[in-house]
């Protein structure tokens, strides 16, 4: 087989709703048709063998639109009545599938990342660092995705090769750690030009974090039909809980890197084992996905995870479960932190999915699991490229 890896963070295929539907529908009505299942894949044939060299061609099916405004292309494949496809305001977004409580709590990270419901995020991704994007269905194999698009998302080297190690003999026991949000990283949030860069998910979230609040909490009320209200609490209450700190300023035009480094308080990087130390570990996408997830699950700190970026282990880890979903505005991460050091059922929630996480990582995303999802993929993939795909069903 002839296999197309994404070497780029950023995926590359996105086919337009009105084609999608065609598609689906023909996939639909062959897979009704009842047919004799068979288990080896078709002979191969002499003409299907690689020429050498491979012919040269003089077009690509990729349109190259680097550190420009990317949002057209990224909304092509969802439907005309979907929020982000409105063409006249308000550009309201449609929580309600994802979250029920005005401070966001994330309840469906399905909905939530679906980035079709939320036409505000058309700043939050509208200069991705590298965006080179068919409109056509190619099978092409991509380390994350964006709901909008239809790449094959296969298990990253980056993780399978430990970029990001947790070494056990750094351990630092939960009632061992500091009851604070660490977080660590640059301004990979995608092209930052014409004052775009305020409104992109890193520098937007690091300055939430170091602003003057004023921060909202829930306070018990029994008269509430819930049992809470939101209160605000003082700056100075929330401050000794957060870390959320930038290293670098990058991926950015001149005067754009300027007024961030005017902004930020740049700190120098630390070992990545002084995160270990810290009770709470924020995790967030940068150009896609984030590489230290799987150290930080392994940590036995309670990971906090923004995710628009869709993995081949997505259907692999539970919400609330296995580690604490958030939200892009990140009103509720206060709360999240007070309720979980000081409420008595917090505080057993909060350590029992961080010792979950941990001991579910250790089962189900091993460089083994990696190996068989790649093998079963490889599988499914020979299948569909075999003339006779409809026959061979592995019975």
């Known amino acids: 087989m002839d296999l197309a890896f994404n070497v780029h963070d950023e995926p590359r295929i996105v086919v337009p709703h009105e084609d999608l539907e065609v598609i689906l529908k023909r996939a639909r009505e062959n897979s009704q048709a009842v047919r004799p299942v068979r288990n080896t894949f078709s002979s191969s044939h002499l003409d299907l063998e690689p020429s050498d060299p491979y012919p040269s061609v003089a077009h690509t099916r990729f349109v190259d639109l680097t550190h420009q405004f ?4 990224t909304q092509l494949s969802w439907p005309p009545s979907s929020p982000a ?8 977004d449609d929580l309600a599938p994802h979250s029920s409580h005005e401070l966001g709590f994330v309840t469906n990270i399905t909905a939530f990342s679906d980035i079709c419901l ?10 991705l660092s590298s965006f080179q994007v068919s409109l056509d269905l190619i099978p092409v194999f991509s380390p994350s995705k964006l709901s909008s698009f239809q790449d094959i ?21 939960w009632r061992e750690k500091d009851p604070r949000l660490y977080w660590r990283g640059s301004t990979s949030s995608g ?58 300023i990058k991926s950015c035009a001149d005067s754009n ?14 070992p990545q084992a002084e995160a270990w130390k810290a009770r709470y570990l924020l995790d967030m996408d940068g150009n896609t996905f984030s590489g230290r997830f799987y150290a930080f699950m392994r940590s036995r700190s309670l990971p906090l995870k ?42 057993e929630i909060a350590e029992r999915v961080a010792e979950t996480g941990r001991e579910w990582v250790g089962r189900v995303l091993r460089t083994e699991d990696m190996e068989v999802w790649m093998f079963r993929l490889l599988l499914e993939f020979g299948r569909l490229v075999d003339d006779g795909r409809q026959e061979i069903g592995y019975s």
Request: proline letters at 8%.
């Open 70 to 73: 990317t949002w057209s292309h």
């Open 85 to 92: 496809r409105q063409l006249f305001p308000p550009f309201g």
């Open 118 to 127: 939320s036409p505000s995020l058309n700043s939050t991704f509208d200069r």
């Open 153 to 173: 998302l296969y298990p990253l080297t980056w993780y399978y090769m430990e970029k990001v190690p947790y070494d056990e003999e750094s351990r630092v026991l």
């Open 191 to 248: 092209w930052a030009q014409n004052g775009n860069w305020p409104h992109q998910l890193r520098q937007s979230i690091v300055m939430y974090f170091n602003s003057s609040g004023p921060f909202q909490r829930l306070r018990k009320q029994n008269t509430s039909p819930i049992g809470w209200v939101t209160d605000q609490f003082l700056t100075s209450d929330f401050a000794p809980h957060v870390d959320v700190q930038l290293t670098e």
């Open 257 to 270: 890197c300027e007024a961030q480094l005017r902004t930020f308080d740049v700190t120098s990087m630390e």
């Open 306 to 347: 923004l995710a628009y970026f869709r993995e081949w282990h997505w259907g692999r880890l539970q919400p609330w479960v296995h580690f604490v979903p958030v939200s892009w505005q990140v009103r509720e991460v206060p709360e999240l932190v007070r309720y979980f050091e000081e409420e008595e059922e917090g505080t």
